[in-house]
Every structure is written in structure tokens, then in C-alpha cells.
């Protein structure tokens, strides 16, 4: 039986919630389940502020507003990570300016950022790559001294936490995303925290199309009208609905996908300790999520023969990133700070491991990678 790289999971209660926001009558955003998904983020995550989003994507876009970036500003953020990242930004005319990322967390590397900021560095976007913790700590004091937003994007982050902080809600603003993909999901969908206060207003205004229309329906103006620039990036009902389901099992997802996880962790250390393959390092400080389990190979050559290797017994894994500095649109929007070795090597050696709920076929897998050593 074929073994998918990802299936999106259901809790079973998706569709009842979908049936009540159609009997409720009200299908655009904002409405009961979307009131109850940010509830939900904020309580706990611990955002001062949590709203829904159609995408991740949106919400990076939404920080890029927010951070007020104009022309040739510049964001420090890795080039290990997905195209939105830079693009929220790109999209503002500011210049994503990429550091290479560590070697263990294969997040950004917190020592490179400071030789990075120039005079127009106005952001440091952290990526928590595969659900695990970039160095906050250093990271936001650099910002602190430099005067320097912080922006998480925490796609991969739901449920992890750093120092006992969750994910998403250390920054001044964070992204989430529940493409079905993520661990949580709603097939398209992402919410942007907002964790400085003094960001609220503007976020609820540019989110509705830069109407003050959430400030009207609260009581706190008598008119709605166009007051600053703005987007929709709010999603519908229907999709709050299939997010609210999802929440609930929020704790229950999570520690099913931590065993799937554990459980490729253990049976690859004998691998490991032999130095055929290296495995995924989480610091002690750091709780991840379970998001992804990858392998880190010796080469280019031999992740494309493992690859090839586990599709003839119709296992799909896959590997990421294209580095972002690599890549055409990175070359012309975006430009690097230092070597991007790490980014570099690690983007050859990579593979990610069919991890998904409920019951994949973990034996197969574990056994192909065996044969593939061993065999
Ligand atoms: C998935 C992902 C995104 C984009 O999320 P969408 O909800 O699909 O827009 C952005 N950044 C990272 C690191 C991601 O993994």
C-alpha cells in the first residue's frame, strides 16, 4: 500500500461544526468559530492578541504592514525556509537579508545576526524550523539593543515552546499556519499573534480591507470607513468551523504525532551511532512538536538514491528547501550576509519522513530505511 509523504487527518467533528456555521446563517469571517479559534490562541498561547487568517502567507504579509517597512528597509531571517517568508516582505519592496542557519537546529543562527543589521535592518524574521525553538533569548536582545522588531514565523510552531514560552507568542508578531500540511489544519488557513499591544488596532484594521470595521461592531466608533491600507485576509466560517474541530484535539494530536516521532527517533540511533545518517537535534530547552522528522544523509548522491529507494516500495519521502538566496526570485529580491554553507549542505542532505495521523504504516518505513542501509 502506498505510503503518502502526508494525508491530512480529521478529528470527526469537522463536519458537524461546518453543518452549525451553515445553520448558523453567518459564512463570512469573523463569527462564532472564528471567535472561538482566537480565544482558543490566545488562551493558549498566550498571544495578547490572536486572528484568524486564510494562510500563513497572509499573516506574514499582515507583519510586513505592521513593521511599517518602506523600500529598501532590509528583514534578517534564514534562507532554510519556505518562499513566504521573504515574500511577505519582498512585497513592501524591503530586502530579506539572509544568515546561514546552525547546524544542530538547523534554525537561524542567533551569533551571525548582529554582523548582518546595517543601518536600514529594521526586522529579524525567525523561522522555528520543524517545530523547534530558534534562540530566542539572543535573538530578542540583539533587537532590544538595536531597536529591531522580531517576527516569528511560527508555521511549523503550533504547540512548541521555548524556555516554557510557546512559540508565536515571544515576538512582537507571530504567524501561524494550518495549511494540511501542519499539525493542525483547516486545509488553507494561519493566524497572526499579535503580542505588542500597540500593534492591535492596526492589525484588526488592515485584516478588513484598512476598514475600522471591527472598532464599529465593538460600539467604539459610529461609522465604518477606509482608514489606512489593508487586505482581506480573513477567512470564512466554514473554515473556522473545520479549525475549531481541529483545536479541540490540539493536546491529543499533538502527543500522538510526539509518539510517531519518538518512535522513528529510536529505531534510527543504531544508525545514527554507526555514522550512517544523522538525526534531529532538539536542545533540552526546546519542546518541539513533532511537526517533522527528518534524516540528515552523507550527500546530494546518496539522499537521491534513498529517496529513489524508498519509491520503489511506494514510500514518498521528500526533501526542502531550495535555499532561498539560490533561488531566481531570491537572487533578485534578497541578498546574503556571510556563507550560506550550512544552508547549503544542508539542503542537499535532507529527507522528511511520511509522519501523519492515524495510522501510517511506521514499520514500513523504518524497515525501508534499514534495507537501504543494509540491504
Ligand atoms: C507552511 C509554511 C509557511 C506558509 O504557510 P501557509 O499557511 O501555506 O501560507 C510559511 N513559512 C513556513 C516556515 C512554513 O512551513
Not at 185 to 197: F, H
Not at 224 to 252: K, R
Request: with cysteine.
Amino acid at each position: 500500500m502506498s505510503i503518502p509523504f502526508n494525508r491530512p487527518y480529521m478529528t470527526g467533528s469537522e463536519l458537524g461544526y461546518i453543518a452549525q456555521a451553515h445553520a448558523n446563517g453567518h459564512l463570512a469571517g469573523d463569527g462564532a468559530f472564528t471567535r472561538r479559534c482566537n480565544a482558543w490562541l490566545e488562551a493558549t498561547i498566550g498571544a495578547r492578541k490572536a486572528l484568524l487568517t486564510h494562510s500563513c502567507t497572509a499573516a506574514l504579509e499582515m507583519c510586513a504592514l505592521l513593521a511599517g517597512l518602506e523600500p529598501d528597509d532590509e528583514v534578517i531571517m534564514p534562507s532554510f525556509t519556505f518562499v513566504s517568508t521573504a515574500n511577505a516582505f519582498v512585497l513592501r519592496g524591503a530586502v530579506p537579508v539572509f544568515v546561514d542557519i546552525r547546524g544542530d537546529t538547523l534554525n537561524i543562527d542567533e551569533t551571525l545576526v548582529e554582523s548582518a543589521i546595517t543601518p536600514r535592518t529594521r526586522a529579524i524574521c525567525v523561522v522555528h524550523y520543524a517545530g523547534v525553538a530558534c534562540e530566542m533569548d539572543a535573538i530578542c536582545e540583539i533587537a532590544r539593543r538595536y531597536g529591531l522588531i522580531v517576527i516569528e514565523d511560527a508555521a511549523q510552531g503550533v504547540m512548541a515552546s521555548y524556555r516554557g514560552r510557546q512559540l508565536g507568542s515571544i515576538g512582537e508578531l507571530a504567524a501561524l499556519s494550518f495549511h494540511e500540511t501542519k499539525n493542525l489544519i483547516s486545509g488553507e488557513g494561519g493566524a497572526l499573534l499579535v503580542n505588542d499591544a500597540r500593534h492591535i488596532e492596526r492589525a484588526e484594521i488592515i485584516r478588513e480591507k484598512g476598514t475600522n470595521r471591527s472598532l464599529f461592531f465593538r460600539g467604539q466608533v459610529d461609522k465604518y470607513t477606509w482608514v489606512d491600507v489593508g487586505s482581506s485576509y480573513l477567512p470564512g466560517e466554514i473554515i473556522a468551523a473545520f479549525l475549531a474541530a481541529q483545536i479541540e484535539h490540539a493536546d491529543d494530536i499533538t502527543q500522538r504525532r510526539m509518539a510517531l516521532w519518538q518512535r522513528y527517533h529510536d529505531a534510527f540511533a543504531a544508525l545514527e551511532s554507526q555514522g550512517r545518517l544523522r538525526r534531529p537535534i532538539v536542545p533540552a530547552h526546546c519542546r518541539h512538536n513533532a511537526h517533522m522528522y527528518y534524516l540528515l544523509l552523507a550527500d546530494l548522491d546518496e539522499r537521491t538514491r534513498f529517496i529513489t529507494s524508498l519509491k520503489a516500495r511506494d514510500i514518498h519521502p521528500v526533501f526542502h528547501y531550495i535555499p532561498l538566496h539560490s533561488a531566481p526570485a531570491g537572487q533578485r529580491y534578497a541578498r546574503t550576509h556571510g556563507s550560506m554553507g550550512v544552508t547549503d549542505a544542508t539542503s542537499d542532505r535532507l529527507v522528511r519522513l511520511p509522519l501523519w495521523l492515524p495510522d501510517l504504516d511506521q514499520d514500513a518505513v523504518i524497515g525501508a530505511v534499514e534495507a537501504f542501509f543494509h540491504g
